[in-house]
């Protein structure tokens, strides 16, 4: 354990090192505040992990920016909240505190977790769950529906058959494939409304929430901030950043997004004001066997990971749980069907990095959307 803590320390380091190469990105208008990193590792031994507040006069905005940062949810998390004056320690215990109570409802590898019981009693009971955990199982079943189960929160044997971003990743043999993808159906998650159970159908199924649990937990932790009295804030749990309200000089926030091939440098920014952006790519976790990358959005129709010519998938709205949600369905959607999806949704914009760097978005990114990197040009869908 004692090796694990140091790891982890030695990782935050690291990334508080990393964080200030964002000082030195090309263009000055474009520097963001916030840096869309997805680091992660391994969650099975996580322990949580937090930095002292990190005080910085913002000359600005004339307001000061007190940052900490943790490891939690298997991933670095740092929030900055801006006030007058150093924000108070106990401010953040609140916020770290609610990190791991979700954590620890939601975490499928946490073996108290109700999602873990959920799927120890597959094929033999119902569990009782309580609101949170029902209310996210809803959502994420929203998002199985719109993608005929192109997303889909039973995902789990098949996550833990690749073992993507673990120690024991490796691509599967045929036969265990296909067993394992016959468990996979969100149409057999039974939810009772009136005693708030979940049942999976087969035994064998499980439940996995990692593709909107960090989106759901950043919009808990945007409420106590708001609550806490604050008005200018960064949230960022591994690269899904929601911003609460706007600079304190009434700026938008610029946060960038992360160049999927490079994860110090960005493909360009866009300028937020509360709303959350979150993306979903083939960089956030992944192995390679020879020159083939395998990442961790799993097709659960083929067993493999999503083979779609794309690189990113990012998500503009206001709700985290929605952009969470909607980041890793319409990268299972594809280019084509997922752009055509978001268009039909309200207050719901994407971008799109194709693997041969070319970046579409949708109309309402046309002007909060900065390309700064030389790598990549904008196409416009064409239709
Ligand atoms: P995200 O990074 O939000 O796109 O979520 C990816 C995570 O969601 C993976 O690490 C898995 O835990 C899970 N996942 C992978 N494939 C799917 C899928 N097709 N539907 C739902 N969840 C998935
Ligand atoms: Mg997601």
């Known amino acids: 354990m004692k090796n694990i803590k140091i790891g982890l320390l030695a990782g935050l380091i690291l990334i508080l090192l990393l964080s200030g190469c964002q000082k030195q990105l090309p263009d000055p208008e474009a520097e963001p505040e916030n840096l869309q990193t997805n680091e992660s590792s391994d969650v099975s031994e996580q322990k949580f992990v937090r930095t002292e507040s990190k005080v ?10 007190t940052t900490q940062e943790s490891f939690q949810l298997g991933t670095f998390i740092t929030i900055n909240l801006y006030a007058d004056g150093e924000a108070p320690n106990e401010d953040f215990d609140r916020i770290f505190n609610e990190i791991e109570r979700l954590e ?7 073996e108290t977790s109700e999602v873990a019981q959920i ?13 949170e955990v029902y209310e996210l199982i809803k959502l994420g079943l929203e998002f199985s529906n719109v993608s005929s189960g192109g997303f889909d929160i039973s995902v789990g044997p098949l996550v833990d058959l690749w073992g993507i971003g673990t120690e024991s990743a490796h691509v599967p043999e045929q036969s265990e494939i296909y067993e394992t993808i016959a468990l996979i159906n969100y149409q057999d998650i039974e939810l009772d409304d009136a005693n708030r159970t979940v049942f999976l159908k087969k035994k064998g199924m ?7 649990a960090k989106g759901y937990i950043a919009d808990k932790v945007k409420a106590i901030i708001t609550d806490e009295g604050y008005t200018s804030a960064i949230i960022n749990l591994g690269g899904n950043v929601l911003t609460v309200g706007h600079k304190p000089n009434s700026e938008a926030w610029n946060i960038g997004v992360r160049d999927p091939q490079d994860e110090h440098k960005i493909v360009g920014s866009m300028k937020l004001k509360g709303n959350s952006i979150v993306s979903s790519g083939i960089y956030e976790r992944y192995f390679f066997v020879g020159d083939t990358r395998y990442h961790h959005i799993l097709n659960p129709k083929t067993g493999y990971p999503e083979e779609n010519h794309l690189q990113s998938v990012s998500i ?10 909607l980041s890793t369905t319409v990268f299972v959607m594809g280019l084509e069907e997922g752009y055509k999806y978001v268009e039909s949704l309200d207050q719901v914009e994407a971008l799109f990095i194709t693997d041969e760097n070319i970046v579409y978005m949708t ?14 040009e904008v196409k416009s869908m064409g239709y």
Do not use: C
């Not at 503009?316 to 949600?325: N, P, R």
């Open 56 to 65: 910085v006069k913002d000359k600005k905005t004339k307001s000061t920016i």
């Open 104 to 110: 620890d409802l939601i975490s499928k590898s946490i």
């Open 363 to 376: 109309p309402g990114l046309q002007d909060v959307f900065t390309l700064t990197n030389a790598s990549y």
């Open 119 to 131: 799927n120890k009693n597959a094929g033999i009971a119902p569990v009782p769950v309580g609101e």
């Open 206 to 212: 499980e439940l996995d929430l990692g593709a909107i």
């Open 316 to 325: 503009i709205s206001e709700k985290s749980a929605t952009g969470d949600g």
